[in-house]
């Protein structure tokens, strides 16, 4: 058997594995032309080995692969980066901004401007999560969308909404912040998924389906599976990040995955295998390949964030910048010297980053939330630099 293009990240992945942090993961590298995809452990404990075409809920990895098909619509011509959202979503249209984040719902002021495309690609439309100084406090703001069952933060359980009734609920909240003025996460992605589907004229899993997946032969990637497919899924796992065990969620089981979406959610909606994110990040490292402008990828792995609007992000952003869909790191870090990697994490327990500067790119699957959330994503990311 060869060798494994890196050693000290195998053994690493391997040693995680064996200690029962997880099941199992499946890794891909890439170093230039030298291409890796490694399967380790099994789809769950106590389950069937895994598999380098295993089919994972890659959470929020689906924020780029939006991105990317906005800019396919860009470059079309259907939509502008500059124009406001209201003409394909009116619902959004003479917004109103809360005065303080706690505020009543009615104590508001009007909008300086509208929401453009560009600022749902950037996370600056004026809501999304509040992470600091906690989670999603119990605010109005977040009150009234939990009631309206927009599920604005995690991906589980699902909303039931459609994609217009998702749209027209959202559209009775204010705004938190002024459009254009401040980073928040998540929220921007959901609305986006709704803009491009009317943009196209179509379905938001079919649009992606031609014009992406199609032409980058990404046959395992979508909203759903068919049922006989199912067991392609891995279990969910995650503990009670306190040292506790790690228990299978009762939530986003296979079945749930078995059948289109109410709502096809751009925020963190899609399946995907390994292989399949290969070929989407192979697609940007290479300006585009034909299928999307080299402008276009540059504009995506590109920072647009201020200074102000940095120190404000938090700790999601944890002093890394924000392209479209996707983070852009702006200074040297654990990994290396060099800024301008890009890529994100899922909470489900991935990770994808390109290096364009080292011509690396390095992707890992789990389905288990510690794997993000204590430390497992930022160790693979390191390690795949020692080569």
Request: proline letters at 8%; zero cysteines.
């Amino acid at each position: 058997m060869a060798s494994p293009l890196n050693e000290k990240l195998t053994a690493a992945m391997t040693g995680r594995v064996a200690r029962g942090e997880l099941p199992g993961l499946v890794t891909a590298l890439a170093y230039g032309d030298d291409v890796e995809v490694t399967a380790t452990g099994d789809t769950a404990f106590g389950g069937t080995t895994m598999r380098t075409d295993t089919v994972f809920r890659i959470a929020s990895l689906t924020k780029p692969v939006l991105a990317a098909a906005t800019m396919l619509l860009v470059e079309d011509g259907t939509i502008a980066l500059d124009e406001p959202v209201d003409r394909l979503l009116p619902e959004l249209a003479a917004r109103r901004v809360l005065r303080t984040l706690d505020a009543p719902l009615d104590d508001t002021v009007p909008a300086e401007r509208p929401i453009t495309v560009e600022d749902l690609l950037t996370f600056r439309l004026g809501h999304g999560m509040i992470t600091e100084p906690s989670f999603q406090p119990a605010y109005p703001v977040i009150e009234a969308a939990r009631d309206a069952e927009l599920v604005l933060d995690v991906p589980d359980p699902r909303t039931p909404l459609d994609p217009d009734e998702w749209i027209r609920r959202f559209g009775e909240l204010p705004l938190m912040d002024q459009p254009g003025t401040r980073w928040r996460y998540n929220t921007g992605t959901l609305v986006l998924g709704v803009l491009v589907a009317r943009a196209a004229g179509k379905p938001l899993g079919d649009f992606l389906a031609e014009r992406l997946f199609a032409p980058l032969d990404m046959t395992d990637t979508g909203f759903w599976l068919p049922e006989e497919a199912a067991h392609r899924i891995p279990a969910a796992y995650m503990s009670d990040l306190q040292g506790g065990p790690l228990q299978e969620s009762p939530l986003s089981r296979a079945a749930e995955w078995t059948r289109p979406p109410a709502f096809p959610s751009g925020s963190a909606g899609l399946l995907s295998t390994a292989p399949d994110l290969l070929a989407f990040a192979q697609m940007l490292r290479r300006n585009g390949d034909g299928l999307l402008s080299a402008d276009s990828v540059r504009r995506m792995t590109t920072n647009h964030l201020t200074p102000e609007q940095l120190g404000s992000a938090g700790l999601l952003l944890g002093g890394r910048g924000w392209g479209y869909g996707m983070s852009v790191t702006v200074a040297p870090d654990d990994a290396t010297d060099t800024p301008g990697r890009y890529g994100w994490e899922g909470g489900s327990g991935t990770v994808w980053f390109t290096d364009p500067h080292r011509d690396l790119i390095g992707i890992a699957l789990s389905q288990v939330a510690d794997f993000y959330l204590l430390g497992g994503t930022a160790e693979f990311t390191r390690l795949a630099y020692a080569r």
